[in-house]
């Protein structure tokens, strides 16, 4: 009497061992694979187009970009021509290097 319910126990749970093993990586290998293409894709959304952005905008999304600060950022870009570089902000009269930090990571140069 004990074998066979010793053996039906062992079957059960072997297979049921058995399925979580198995239907468990295909579920955590499709969400990551599928995660990072979401993440690059907002990252890029979330940045503003250093290149494209008017100065109302500017002034909008940027800490401590005021009136002038923002027309002075689309000055230096009509003059000088497109950014190449989100470092290259610096150059622009009256940002500092203060300023590029807080706003580093909200600006791109596409």
């Not at 499709?30 to 503003?48: F, G, I, N």
């Not at 250093?50 to 100065?55: E, G, R, S």
């Not at 027309?71 to 290097?97: M, P, Q």
């Amino acid at each position: 009497m004990r074998i066979p319910f010793l053996s039906s126990l062992m079957f059960a749970l072997l297979t049921s061992a058995s399925i979580a093993v198995t239907a468990a990586p295909a579920a955590s290998s499709a969400a990551t694979v599928d995660a990072p293409v979401v993440v690059a894709q907002e990252q890029k959304s979330d940045r503003l187009n250093l290149n494209t952005a008017d100065a109302e905008t500017l002034q909008k999304i940027l800490t401590g970009i005021g009136k002038n600060k923002s027309d002075a950022i689309v000055a230096y870009r009509e003059s000088n021509g497109e950014f190449t570089s989100v470092d290259e902000l610096i150059e622009v009269k009256g940002i500092g290097k203060s300023i590029l930090e807080k706003n580093r990571d909200k600006l791109s140069v596409e």
